[in-house]
């Protein structure tokens, strides 16, 4: 549902990416690893339309959506959980949750979609009229995946979801990730953690200095031991 080809993107005259070219098929979680620097996050916001300075080619069920601003990208059913969360956080859960649902046609069915995120995440629930702000890490990171499916969305792309989570609270986070995705959401995941990104795709991708240097199943890629040498640096 999710083709991106021949990506390059800018910041001012540096360069972040070179021809990145990746696929993500209905249904699939598909991870974008790399180290530090590496541009993962730069795809996802070029993606989300949030990175003006593109060329090449991203399609979303055969639209081209490089370039359309970010609303017009949501609309088309990808939501965005950027890095570090960025809730509201003086304002309480479930106003953060209203917030994601602002977009046409969810609005009106967001009673039911909010029920289902609050099944997936029984902990926000029970601090609907907390203010964010004073929510943990976890619960934030919690907080700011179900503000993006309050959007609906078919395709929902998560940058480094386990920034600054505790390990138990990492075994939480992708857990709801891999039950979002049995909901019939396809997922593309930027990790730094390979082994828990990779144990819920499909497939993988290796991004080295802005160029996709791998791309395999799953399985594959986390048995390779190039991979990890050039995530760790080892
Ligand atoms: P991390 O895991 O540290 O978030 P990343 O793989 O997501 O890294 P990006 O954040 O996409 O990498 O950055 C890719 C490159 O673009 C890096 O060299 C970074 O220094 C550069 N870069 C990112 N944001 C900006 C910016 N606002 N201005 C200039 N350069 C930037």
């Known amino acids: 549902m999710l083709e991106v080809s021949e990506l390059d993107a800018w910041y001012g005259d540096a360069r972040a990416l070179w021809g990145v070219s990746l696929t ?22 070029a993606i989300a339309g949030l990175h003006p300075s593109v060329r090449g080619q991203v399609t979303v069920d055969d639209e081209d959506v490089l370039r359309l601003p970010a609303h017009r990208v949501c609309a088309r059913g990808v939501a ?11 304002m309480s859960v479930h106003e953060n949750l209203v917030l994601g649902a602002y977009r046409r046609g969810v609005r009106e069915r967001y009673r039911r979609t909010m029920a289902g995120v609050l099944e997936l995440f ?24 179900g503000r993006a499916l309050m959007a609906d969305p ?12 505790a390990p138990v609270v990492l075994d939480e986070v992708f857990a ?5 995705n049995a909901r019939g959401v396809s997922v593309l995941l930027v990790e730094q953690d390979i082994d828990r990104a990779l144990e819920i ?9 802005g ?14 031991e190039d991979v990890r040498r050039g995530i760790l640096g080892l």
């Open 80 to 90: 965005i959980v950027p890095e570090g969360r960025r809730v509201f956080g003086s």
């Open 154 to 165: 078919r395709l929902l792309l998560l940058d480094e979801p386990s920034l600054g989570l």
């Open 122 to 145: 029984p902990r926000l629930a029970a601090r609907s009229a907390q203010p964010a702000g004073t929510l943990s890490g976890g619960e934030q990171q919690m907080l700011a995946i």
């Open 176 to 180: 709801a990730i891999g039950a979002i």
């Open 24 to 45: 993500v098929g209905a249904g699939e979680t598909v991870s974008i690893i790399g180290p530090n620097g590496a541009g993962k996050s730069t795809i996802v916001a």
């Open 201 to 209: 795709s499909t497939r993988g991708y290796l991004l080295i200095e």
């Open 211 to 224: 160029r996709i240097v791998a791309g395999a199943p799953a399985a594959e890629l986390r048995d390779r």
